[in-house]
């Protein structure tokens, strides 16, 4: 599989580590805009031992066209709009994108005409376009999806997720407001502009893959601080600079006046019993539980290379969603096939 | 969806159960051999309230000749030797079938030939035939790869579940050896005629969707008595006349020398801290936990259910497993479609 890598932030770099220890993988491409990258050998830039004759330049279409890439993955934002140029030109070049960007895991939420003009791009390109990760893409949608196969007359499920963001990299810790004082942080929130960006694209991934009609979705996040209960409902601190310890998200979706999801994310310094845990009701009632929780950082990398390997040969050109692939790693192979030990090797 | 149901055990009967109270299926048909169900009307064999004119019929010929049937859900037996018969005369008629029989879930580990012989009947009708169920068909193999979905590089995958058989049906727990002794069910166990059957099935299932060449599958059943600690590797009791309290089932699945796959099953009355439990080594490492492990009997039936439903609107015609339907319930519809608010409420 040849790989360009566009952006090479944490999530670009660390996908560019594992897809450099892939001996069924070729880099053959590199993109960031960051000068302190640009230019720089990409074993180098990663302080890998070994070097590649990729080389990352700030200049997308000279390094689109300098192809055959297979795919290319990008991870340079969060929000739909602000990366929407960069995708199109990706697809205008005519390769297939998985990115990152947590908007784009089911960009009919944020951004449903950009979602259109991106899948009539991919469209006329015949290739494969979609977002993934492991949130949202997988543990609040996909394997919440996966799980729900052995119930049926589901009647709501609830998902949540406690985090300790000490255990994730500085820029994240920042997205949760750490280092914050509660008035700054707050005033952060009310923008739209701090938080987890995916709760409401899991639960539309949910109610489609569940057929719901959902007619509601309110979300709250909520700010917390040093030596306060958090309570749920209330947004007052006992004082504007107190230290800011994290955020609790909370989405609720329904269908009329029934409420079908109900996601919670809870990031908060120093939590005790990080986990992920999934409830459905339904017949059987199903309880999951991963305790610890998936590492964000490390699994989305795998998502995304999986999701790569897929999207290179998918089951339809445009816009997709992770609902439109196996919920496999990426080497599996249709069933009838046989693999040589070979293989075996490389995928093991 | 129209439905005929061959055979009305436990299964059979729980899934009539949950078929009858759905308003988006019709039953069109009823075959079972026990002379006390024949003859009988559908809902007064179940004791569920209203009528049906299903009447249980002996003869699967003629029922089936009765269709039209979108889907036959078949469930008389865990060996596909004794009911290959059954299959092909479903085949034969022209009908699209899931079953329950262990063996089905990759009928090539325990009758290529037989497996082989359905697969072109199938194709010849132009049908699909899959086994389907709980264990085998989700919590030791189907769950297991989609949890892979988040990881790469995967080394190892270990599986285990828990269960107090006296939770169970009395078939089930005959399966296990309650109320025999330890020496009557070492003979069971010596005949293969005692125990779970599908763990083969299951690791066939998670190498296939790893692409991994597993060249050895050693499985190892053994009796557990009361008052006596659990001890793996010995088969020695301290007397031949003890009550059995269940059996340990442990299969191990190698690629050459690498041992890849383990799973093990602990099936023990009064056993404390019933659970499944899924650890995958790669990266990220993954440990899942379902609290209590997924009820078998009725997720089974939601399992049949589930897949029967994606068995209509086939990928392909053919001898299908669980690797090819979307890890996802029956209501899903692909990417894209909308449903209306009555489609909404029936599958809610």
Known sequence: MRVCLYGLGSIGSATARALLADPDVRITGAIDVDPRKTGRGLHSLLRMRGSSDVEVTADPAATLASGPHDIVIHSTGSRLK?????????????????????????????APGLARRLDRAARAKGVALLGAGVNPGFVMDALVLALSGATREVEHIAVER???????????????????????????????SMGHVGLRESAHLVARGMGWNITSV????????????PKPRSRRASHPDAPVTGLRQTLIARSGRTERIRMEMLMQAGVEGAHDAITINGHPGLNLWIQGGIPGDEATVSCLINAARHAVAPPRAGLLTVLDLPLRPSHFRSSGSSRSPADATAAG
């Open 82 to 110: 602000q990366i929407v140029a960069q995708l199109e030109q990706i697809l205008g070049a005519g390769f297939p994108c998985v990115t990152s960007c947590e908007e784009m895991a089911f960009p009919e939420a944020a």
């Open 162 to 192: 406690v985090l300790d963001p000490l255990s994730r990299r500085r820029v994240f810790q920042k997205k949760v407001g750490i280092g914050m004082t509660w008035k700054e942080a707050n005033r952060l929130v009310s923008d739209g």
């Open 218 to 229: 309110d979300e709250d996040v909520r700010v917390l601080c040093a030596d306060e209960a």
